[in-house]
């Protein structure tokens, strides 16, 4: 697994040691991702999105991974596209997957969304990969807060690190 090639992704952040996210990556570089053991490309970018690739789907799937497509809009993420990526994430439980968008912005808020919501982590900590990547604007910060109020949690105290 190279992980200088992976580096080379736009904004590529490993989260864990099973979810890769990024922006979007080049064609050559799915190549790269498959080889460092990633099973399923989950998009999140519009079809229209900047560096965005007009048939990525057959791209991965020529390169052996699964795909799965959720366009979001930046500039209006809604909480049935985040409930589409949960069922995805938990549907794929245990693979290693890598979720790209443009620039892993929209990415970057639905992964510390699940990690709150359905993997009980703290928020302080899931939010703090969030962080490395950008600080959420109005629009996604109003996004985060309505999603956190819709989705119950157990325990919504959150610990220290």
């Excluded at 080379?8 to 990556?25: F, H, K, S, W």
């Excluded at 791209?59 to 990526?85: C, G, M, R, W």
């Excluded at 912005?105 to 939010?127: K, T």
Aim: net charge negative; glycine share 4%.
């Amino acid at each position: 697994m190279s992980t200088s090639s992976l580096n080379a992704i736009r904004n590529y952040y490993r989260l864990t040691d099973t979810i890769g996210t990024a922006g979007q990556p080049e064609k050559a570089q799915f190549a790269d991702i498959k080889e460092a053991g990633f099973e399923l490309i989950i998009n999140l970018a519009e079809a229209n999105s900047p560096h965005a690739i007009l048939n990525e789907e057959e791209l991965v799937l020529s390169n052996e991974l699964s795909y799965t497509h959720i366009p979001v809009a930046f500039t209006d993420p809604t909480l049935d596209k985040l409930e589409q990526f949960f069922d995805v994430m938990d549907a794929n439980k245990g693979k290693n997957i890598f979720v790209h968008c443009a620039l892993n912005r929209r990415v970057s808020a639905f992964m510390g969304l699940y990690q709150v919501i359905r993997q009980r982590i703290p928020l302080d900590r899931a939010l703090a990969g969030l962080h490395k990547v950008w600080q959420p604007d109005s629009t996604w910060q109003a996004f985060i807060t309505a999603a956190l109020q819709k989705f119950p949690l157990m325990d919504s105290k959150s610990e220290s690190q």
